[in-house]
């Protein structure tokens, strides 16, 4: 089978000169669990973000299912971001308007969530909504307004949204960055749980390893730009995470529990300092 998506050479050099993206070449399989990790700053967002080209690259294509998509405008470039999902690390919901709202306005792809005021759902659209929360186990919250949840649940919520639009491939930008440990392995589980049942390809990027480990099928690691790792999860002995995240990272577990609080936030607050010290985190 010819991947899912293939990326050529892909740069990106932001206006402000930061090289964000380095001759970056992959070839991704149908199926994959996919998750990106490296520090701050190594390129994990504006990599995600060029593939359904929320952000433009300076050179090099992307290729999903045979498409250019670097190259693809107006109604084109529409049907090909409809079959590719994304979730945010914020959400990214209308935060006063109901779950339900916010899931249906998924079948609206790319256009404006302003358009959803003149969308009327067919019952279709209202069965897949119902279908879709309760995938992610919330259809009790259907008629709660989004910011009423918390964040876990806010995030299962993005999750129903893009699996409106049926995509083939789902991005997401560091989905578990503001959740607890627990929480974001719940989170974890349902994007596990679509790419295993329904076939969907999942890239996802991680601030853990831990997290990379327990879920991925393929790990790939970024460095200033460039790919630094590109294999099994279980291949990343203790002279490639260095290699990674530098000589003086130190691997932390994210544990199951509420009872290991601290970990995200140290861990997270550990590899952001490394990332300033690295000279990686420019002004945006
Ligand atoms: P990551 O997701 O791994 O943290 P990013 O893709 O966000 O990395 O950032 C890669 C590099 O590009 C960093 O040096 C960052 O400061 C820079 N960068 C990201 N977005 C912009 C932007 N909009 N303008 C200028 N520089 C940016």
Not at 11 to 27: E, Q
Not at 34 to 54: A, D, Y
Not at 99 to 105: S, T
Request: proline fraction near 5%.
């Amino acid at each position: 089978m010819p991947p899912i998506l293939q990326l050529k050479d892909i740069t990106k050099t932001y206006p402000s000169g930061t090289r964000a993206l380095d001759g970056i070449s992959l070839d991704i399989q149908r199926g994959e669990f996919v998750v990106l990790i490296g520090l701050s700053g190594s390129g994990k967002s504006t990599l995600l973000r060029c593939i359904n080209r929320l952000i433009d690259p300076t050179s090099g294509t992307v290729v999903f299912d045979g498409i250019d998509v670097t190259r693809a405008r107006g109604a084109e470039l529409r049907r090909i971001r409809r079959r590719i999902g994304m979730i945010f690390q914020q959400f990214n919901l209308v935060r006063r308007a109901s779950v339900f709202g916010n899931v249906l306005a998924g079948r609206l792809g790319s256009r404006p969530i302003w358009r959803t005021v003149f969308f009327r759902p067919t019952p279709d659209d209202l069965e897949a909504v119902f279908e879709n929360l309760g995938r992610v186990g919330i259809v009790d919250k259907a008629f709660v307004r989004a910011d009423q949840l918390s964040g876990g649940q806010q995030q299962r919520v993005g999750i129903a949204r893009a699996l409106m639009q049926g995509p083939e491939l789902m991005l997401a930008d560091e989905p578990v960055a503001s959740l607890d440990p627990a929480t974001s392995h719940s989170v974890m589980k349902y994007l596990e749980e679509i790419n295993k049942k329904d076939g969907i390809t999942v890239i996802c990027s991680l601030h853990f390893l831990s997290l990379a480990r327990r879920y991925g099928t393929r790990v790939i690691a970024l460095k200033g730009g460039k790919v630094a790792y590109d294999g099994l999860p279980a291949n990343i002995d203790e002279r490639r995470f260095k290699e990674i995240y530098g000589e003086d990272a130190v691997e932390v577990e994210i544990g199951l529990g509420p009872q290991e609080p601290q970990g995200l936030t140290a861990n997270q607050a550990a590899l952001d300092a490394l990332a300033q010290d690295a000279g990686h985190m420019d002004a945006r």
